[in-house]
């Protein structure tokens, strides 16, 4: 393995945004130094930078993916709760239009999802990182302005990094080379990886891609009478019949964001006034009856890349020695369902616990780490394809038998849980990524889902919050 000159083994994540630093916090106490190479530079305080390119959009961390950062980084959630993050439990405080209807509104208290903008969750999260890393044997390094051009080694085994400055300096621009016992990749979606594997002289890994061909567009607002702002964010996902969709969410100093999004040929237009116009094609109008409460802080930000995406690192042979993928580097998904952020903090916990349990670095140790992020990949993995499928452009991985039965009995049983609050209970904890996906075909669950008669939700936005 590679060390670093005092003896110690070393680590490079690359990529600083999320994912990276909780990387960083997974191998915190399994290394002696941490090098994270991070093609930005960091803006002051919490602004946006072009680096996160979905920094201006709807993010949400999901009740399974605050308890994983909580567990990688104790006092997180409160840390952000203090920043400004709105707490949101579901079903209370988010008015969703199902395609049979308004779903009703629970008080469960169980499935606690935090609303927040991307530059305070990245800034909190990285000073929390670093500060705890400060107290540890482990030294960790923040190489930014930095870009990594390759990975050092051979087919067998990665050994390092190439890397480069981007600050334009005389001579700035020649890669040189870092060493490292583990190089973990956590790039986002731009990730190079398959092509870093062909010049090492190995295969790409097997791929998986469904892409429903969805756009969406985000505008910032204030109710201009805070007396009269919604009590409960909206959700009015699309539907087959009805491919338009909006979410409209608080987040942070009594802003509010609306995110409108269509499949192919329904695209959210960047124009103020034709998105406003969109808004009231959605699938009910109380959206944009909500904008007439409000008014607009921000231009409209659009972004269209949010095709589900797997390269499959876990299976045998796919990964060198010394190297892992974690997030959207491996694994990204419809951003629409907000699942990114809280898929990468379950990894990265599965990646510390990993190392605690298998002695730290060691040959192989890095395959049973990526097999370990797939395991936690896996049901957010299945919810969003499951979502996406009936859009799916041709060229995308057909889906198998089993695949085309759950999507019936998951279309069935989300149309149960907009009213009934034990289906629902069950749904909502695998969509907080709280509970196995196994948890929607218990005997209760099933029997009430295929047995109790199909009816409609509610006709309109529930105000009345009942007991469960």
């Known amino acids: 393995m590679a060390e670093h000159s005092n003896g110690g083994h070393t680590a490079i994540v690359i990529g600083g945004g999320l994912a990276g630093m909780l990387a960083v916090t997974a191998l915190t106490g399994h290394v002696d130094t941490v090098t994270v190479i991070e093609r930005d530079r960091y803006p002051e305080g919490r602004a946006f ?3 996160v390119p979905q920094a201006r959009h709807l993010h949400i ?10 567990e990688l980084l104790p006092g997180t959630v409160a840390a952000l709760g203090e920043a400004g993050a709105r707490r949101l439990y579901l079903s209370r405080d988010l008015l969703t239009r199902t395609p049979t209807g308004w779903q009703r509104r629970f008080d469960e208290r169980r499935h606690l999802t935090l609303s927040v903008t991307r530059p305070v969750l990245d800034s909190v999260v990285r000073e929390r990182v670093l500060r705890a890393a400060a107290g540890s044997a482990t030294r960790v390094e923040v190489l930014e302005a930095t870009e990594a051009t390759g990975l050092t080694g051979d087919a067998g085994r990665v050994t390092g990094v190439r890397v480069r400055s981007r600050d334009g300096a005389p001579g700035g621009r020649a890669e040189r080379e870092l060493p490292a016992a583990l190089v973990v990749d956590a790039s986002g979606r731009g990730s190079r990886a398959p092509q870093w594997f062909a010049a090492l002289g190995r295969s790409a890994p097997q791929e998986e891609t469904v892409d429903a061909g969805i756009a969406y567009a985000t505008r910032m607002y204030r109710p201009k009478d805070p007396a009269t702002a919604p009590d409960a964010g909206v959700n009015v996902p699309g539907w087959p019949e009805c ?5 409209y969410v608080p987040v942070e100093d ?3 964001l ?9 695209h959210p237009p960047t124009d103020a006034a034709e998105f406003t116009a969109f808004s009231a094609t959605v699938g009910d109008p109380y959206v944009h009856e909500l904008l007439d409460r409000a008014e607009p802080l921000s231009a409209v930000h659009g972004f269209r890349d949010t095709c589900n995406r797997r390269r499959h690192f876990e299976r045998p042979g796919a990964l060198p020695e010394g190297f892992l993928v974690l997030g959207d580097a491996g694994c990204t998904f419809n951003p629409v369902y907000g699942q990114g952020m809280s898929v990468a903090a379950l990894g990265a916990l599965a990646v510390r616990t990993t190392l605690a349990d298998g002695g730290g670095l060691r040959p192989g140790i890095a395959a049973e780490a990526q097999r370990a992020v797939a395991r936690a990949v896996e049901p957010a993995w299945l919810a969003a394809v499951g979502a996406d499928r009936p859009y799916a452009s041709p060229g995308d991985t057909k889906a198998g038998v089993g695949e085309r039965l759950s999507t019936w009995y998951i279309a069935r049983l989300s149309a149960r849980a907009s009213i009934d609050p034990v289906v629902g209970a069950a749904f909502r904890d695998v969509f907080s990524l709280t509970a196995p ?10 029997l009430r889902t295929i047995f109790l008669p199909r009816r409609p939700g509610l ?10």
């Open 258 to 266: 609306l995110t409108l999004s269509g499949v192919r040929g329904h």
């Open 437 to 446: 996906p196994t948890r929607l075909v218990a005997p209760q669950i099933f």
């Open 61 to 70: 961390l999901l009740r399974g993916g605050s308890l994983a950062l909580e």
């Open 459 to 468: 006709p309109g936005p529930p105000a009345a919050i009942e007991a469960v």
């Open 49 to 51: 930078r072009k680096g």
């Open 254 to 256: 009594g802003k509010w």
């Open 243 to 247: 491919p338009r969709g909006a979410a």
